[in-house]
């Protein structure tokens, strides 16, 4: 069982920057993949980053390369996703999730790979 618990969501205006938390429950956090999720009003959730067990691998869907840097302390069974540059359609409810493939190769960019989920932080970005 893992529990995820995200922080660090609010208002912000374009141009800004946030950083997003999620602490992990479980003595085995440094042993799988993380991933951030977002979801807009009336839009389906999609994928925003990934990183593997180590950290040394990473993985961004295209609208956020270059602005967003996902990150892991495994000694704090925390990961972050730092967001600059924010934009309006960045707006939505961010979630992490932990993708339970211990010590696997791959990074997911796919909902369905994901076991656990946090409960979401809402990031809102004024014009």
């Known amino acids: 069982q893992v529990q995820l618990v995200e922080s660090g969501g609010g208002l912000v205006q374009a141009g800004g920057s946030l950083r997003l938390s999620c602490a992990a429950s479980?003595?085995?956090?440094?042993?799988?993949?993380m991933g951030w999720f977002r979801q807009a009003p009336g839009k389906e959730r999609e994928f925003v980053a990934a990183?593997?067990?180590?950290?040394?691998?990473?993985h961004y869907t295209g609208s956020v390369k270059g602005r967003f840097t996902i990150s892991r302390d495994n000694a704090k069974n925390t990961v972050y996703l730092q967001m600059n540059s924010l934009k309006p359609e960045d707006t939505a409810d961010y979630y992490c999730?932990?993708?339970?493939?211990?010590?696997?190769?791959?990074?997911?960019?796919?909902?369905?790979?994901?076991?656990?989920w946090g409960q979401g932080t809402q990031v809102t970005v004024s014009s």
């Open positions: 479980g003595r085995t956090f440094g042993s799988y993949a």
């Open positions: 999730a932990a993708d339970l493939a211990f010590y696997s190769s791959t990074i997911s960019s796919f909902a369905g790979e994901y076991d656990y």
């Open positions: 990183i593997s067990w180590s950290g040394r691998n990473t």
